[in-house]
């Protein structure tokens, strides 16, 4: 740790909000960290150094925010909540005076977010983030959709969403997350979170997500687009055989092409069959 001052504990974050008349909300899927040692848990988990930078969504009243800056690391934090926006560097000013020039606030809803928009963000980056439950899945698709760069992430998220997208083939929790995730790079569950570390204490627990993009494309030929329409059509009709869910955007040519069998249910293939079946897909439709 290069920065002095320190982090954010329960009677910081009640006073914070209570200044700012701020209350968490379901909208936003505010629920603010209230415990030095979980945040400084992420950030070791994430493995953030001086020489970093890092992304944040989410920033809430700065809980992770201060335990990022703790490190050197570079930060630019996206709030889509303007009041919590606006009040993020008046809580690192107070709490970690040392770091401010190293914090970029934007307020936007990440899903908004294009590379224009993050110019301190155009080498390498890590995302570490406390994600809102019910948008987690759709912000880190969209983050590496989008940004080439991003090449790490530890989140924080629901339990459930942790579990899904770092399940394997086969699995009744696989589906469209974990296979897409796994075209951008590789994925694993990285501890637990209980509830009373949050304020409001949610009714569901909470795990840590550990990211790494593939340091080469791994699906040359194969479309992202394609495969992924595969992925929504596979998964849609999640019971029913390759065959009988894809009949209308893959011919029965493909499947030999491929060489996977059509009777097969979508939750059995891994990403490197559905990226094979969309390259098929491509070399029936262009002879």
Known sequence: MTD???????????????????????K???????????????VREAGVGADDTVL????????????????????????????LAR?????????MPQAADRLTVI??????????????MDGRFTLVAN????????????LLERFDGLDSFLVMVQKEVADRLAAGPGSKIYGTPSVKLAWYGTAERAGVIGRNVFWPAPNVDSALVRFSRYAEPRFA??????????IDAAFGQRRKTLHAALKRIVPAEAF???????TRRGETLTIDEFATLSRAVQEVQAS
Do not use: C, H, W
């Open 4 to 26: 002095g001052g320190r982090l954010l504990g329960a009677a910081d974050i009640r006073r914070i909000a209570e200044e700012e008349g701020i209350s968490p909300t379901k």
């Open 28 to 42: 936003f899927g505010q629920n603010f960290v209230i415990d030095p040692g979980t945040v400084r848990r992420i």
């Open 56 to 83: 944040e969504v989410g920033p809430g009243l700065g809980s992770l925010t201060l335990a990022i800056l703790e490190t050197g690391a570079t930060l630019t934090a996206v709030e889509i909540d303007p009041p």
């Open 87 to 95: 009040r993020l560097p008046t809580t690192v000013a107070e709490f």
């Open 107 to 120: 307020t936007s809803d990440a899903l908004a977010l294009t590379p224009d928009m993050l110019p301190r």
């Open 131 to 142: 994600l809102p439950y019910n948008v987690a899945t759709p912000i880190v698709l969209t």
């Open 221 to 230: 030929g194969a479309d992202r687009a394609m495969t992924f329409s595969l």
């Open 256 to 262: 030999t092409r491929a060489g996977i069998d059509a």
